[in-house]
């Protein structure tokens, strides 16, 4: 069992939809999670960076962290086309090593 | 300010041959870390740098080794490649409050 899993979809939406991404962890020690977005033929681009539990808002994406039951999420409002790219969630104890899930592609339709 | 620049950008090699990757982090970070990305593992922790020392390692093979300079640049070297080394290797600096900042990776075909 991997230490972080997501779900690789792919999933397709309309503009405009509420999108949501999820990803379950099994190591309790993990205190920072993070969601990137990798556009194709790129780096993963950082976009959002939490500690421990809690929700984190920035523009249209929101953050979720629920450490008791282990559970990573990221919504994206008012969807747009550019938002198409494959997200990936991560965690980690601390300056150690990046644990990431498979990743998920995503499409916004127009 | 400059992002993590990784050059080069696209390398075909061989079976059996060599490779070294560069990596120039952020200016003013410290850490330097290498990562595996391939369709079926995804991305993989190779090993992270940090003042010229190796900090952590990932659970690849001896064949992966790194270094990193006085300048925190880095290079990355993989010997005897093998066709499963196909993958984009991506290098990535640390921030002083631990964020992780990702270049456009190396692009390793090996035939």
């Known amino acids: 069992q991997k230490e972080v899993e997501q779900d690789p979809g792919p999933l397709s939406v309309p503009e405009g939809a509420i999108v949501s991404l999820n990803c379950t962890y099994s190591n309790s020690a993990f205190q920072y999670f993070m969601w990137y977005r990798q556009y194709s033929r790129k780096g993963p681009e950082l976009l959002m960076y939490t500690y421990s539990s809690g929700n984190k808002e920035d523009g249209r994406f929101t953050a979720q962290v629920d450490k008791s039951s282990k559970y990573i999420s990221l919504f994206i409002r008012d969807s747009q086309p550019s938002d198409s790219a494959t997200y990936l969630c991560?965690?980690?104890?601390?300056?150690?090593?990046?644990?990431f899930g498979q990743g998920t592609r995503l499409t916004i339709n127009p | 300010k400059a992002g993590v620049t990784q050059t080069p950008r696209y390398l075909i090699k061989t079976r059996g041959q060599q490779v070294t990757l560069s990596c120039s982090p952020i200016s003013g970070h410290r850490s330097v870390s290498w990562y595996q990305q391939t369709p079926g593992q995804g991305l993989q922790f190779l090993f992270e740098?940090?003042?010229?020392?190796?900090?952590n390692k990932g659970n690849f093979p001896g064949r992966f080794s790194g270094r990193q300079f006085s300048n925190s640049r880095s290079e990355m070297n993989v010997s005897t490649l093998e066709l499963g080394d196909s993958a984009l290797y991506l290098c990535a600096s640390r921030t002083a409050n631990e964020k992780l900042f990702f270049g456009s990776g190396t692009q390793l075909s090996v035939l």
């Open positions: 991560a965690a980690e104890q601390g300056a150690q090593k990046l644990v």
């Open positions: 740098y940090f003042s010229e020392t190796q900090r």
